[in-house]
């Protein structure tokens, strides 16, 4: 199958318009049956759950290419789990599970050609996504649903790729304790915009947080989990129910005790912990493992003694071994691969 023509090295973490998404609507209490289609404009009521009342959700995976040419995603049934707990935390109809693998699928097959090849380090990024379409007025869910998937090619989430990066310490709070940092809803990313925008501004790539409740523990960033290495080589990771459960910081785990024989802890992580760890990286989807090299707060520096040149050997190993299981280069572990074509 051909592919587009497009400079895949030079790809950003951006939205380029792909020929085909798949759409379904809830209505009177039902998921239709949903279809392929290559409209990439949605047409609301101005009164939409999602337009007043951020009544929305969404899921972030890949496609990538395999080296011997298959296409394959990466543990989709738990980016289906994850959609199932935050519909019912917004009050929105369950998407099935099988009904989210289908529209994967259908959406990756229908846009293969815009599968980034093999060793250009790009990927097909996915975006399902779940928003009250009908009309509500009063503070109530909404009366009808559209779930959406559709596909971009992207690169590096950070600017300069795998460089590590630097990171402020937030002033301001992602997620309140019983709220909905452990869901993945669109109101958790409008609310890391302002703090985001100070972090850029300041010429930082992104904000570390610390929880809410007592700001002494350190949370996630607004798009990644962390992952810090101790001195002696254990993976540590941070613990807090106002977190979102990241797929790949599962995934890396199992990957630093199973495959590479490492110490994990997953625990509470105090922020005073943090200059003594050699390595700190962030963990996701769209970060895939991003070194960090220097967390800055009010009153000091935190420099990871891992440097601002390369990423430390623990980060660097997780790293390879995850993307060479994306990439057929490693044996997965059972059920972590579904091949679409
Ligand atoms: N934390 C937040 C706030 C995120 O938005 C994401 C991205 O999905 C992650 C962590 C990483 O999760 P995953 O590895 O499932 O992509
Ligand atoms: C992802 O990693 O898929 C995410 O959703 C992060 C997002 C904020 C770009």
């Known amino acids: 199958m051909e592919k587009k023509n497009l ?11 792909t020929d085909y998404r798949f759409v379904a609507h809830y209505k ?11 409209d990439a404009n949605v047409t609301m009521s101005e009164c939409a759950g999602v337009i007043q009342y951020a009544q929305t959700c969404f899921e972030g995976l890949k496609a990538y290419e395999t080296k011997d040419g298959r296409i394959v995603t990466f543990r989709p049934d738990l980016n289906a789990e994850r ?4 519909a019912r935390r917004l009050m929105m109809p369950e998407v099935s599970k099988q009904m989210f693998l289908k529209a994967i699928d259908e959406v990756v097959k229908a846009n293969a050609a815009w599968v980034p090849p093999y060793g250009t380090g790009a990927t097909l990024y996915l975006r399902p996504c779940l928003f009250g379409c009908g009309p509500v007025i009063g503070v ?4 009808e649903y559209e779930f959406r998937v559709f596909a971009t ?10 460089k590590p990066i630097r990171l402020l310490l937030s002033q301001y ?47 996630e960033t607004g798009g ?6 101790t001195k002696d080589g254990t993976v540590v990771t941070p613990k807090s129910n106002t977190i979102l459960p990241s797929i790949t910081r599962r995934s890396l785990v199992y990957i630093a005790e199973h495959i590479l024989g490492l110490k994990v802890e997953e625990r509470v992580v105090p922020f005073e912990e943090v200059k003594e760890f050699s390595e700190a990286a962030l963990c996701g989807t769209a970060a895939v493992i991003s070194p960090v090299c220097a967390i800055d707060y009010e009153g000091g520096t935190i420099n990871i003694p891992s440097g601002d040149k390369e990423m ?30």
């Open 7 to 17: 400079d895949w090295k030079s790809l950003s973490f951006g939205y380029v318009k």
């Open 28 to 38: 009177n209490g039902s998921w239709d049956e949903g279809k392929i289609t290559e």
């Open 83 to 86: 959609m199932i707990n935050s």
């Open 140 to 143: 109530a869910p909404a009366p």
């Open 153 to 162: 090619p992207v690169g590096p989430y950070f600017k300069g790729g795998i």
């Open 173 to 219: 709070d992602r997620a309140a304790p019983h709220g909905t940092g452990d869901i993945k809803a669109g109101l958790n990313y409008a609310m890391s915009l302002y703090a985001g925008h100070v972090a850029h501004e300041k010429g930082y790539s992104e904000n570390m947080y610390l929880d809410a409740a007592t700001r002494t523990n350190v949370e």
């Open 224 to 229: 990644a989990n962390f992952l810090f290495v």
């Open 312 to 341: 430390g050997p623990v980060t660097k190993k997780l790293r390879e071994t995850i993307v060479g299981i994306q990439e057929g280069e490693i044996e997965a572990p059972e059920g972590w691969i579904r091949e679409i074509c």
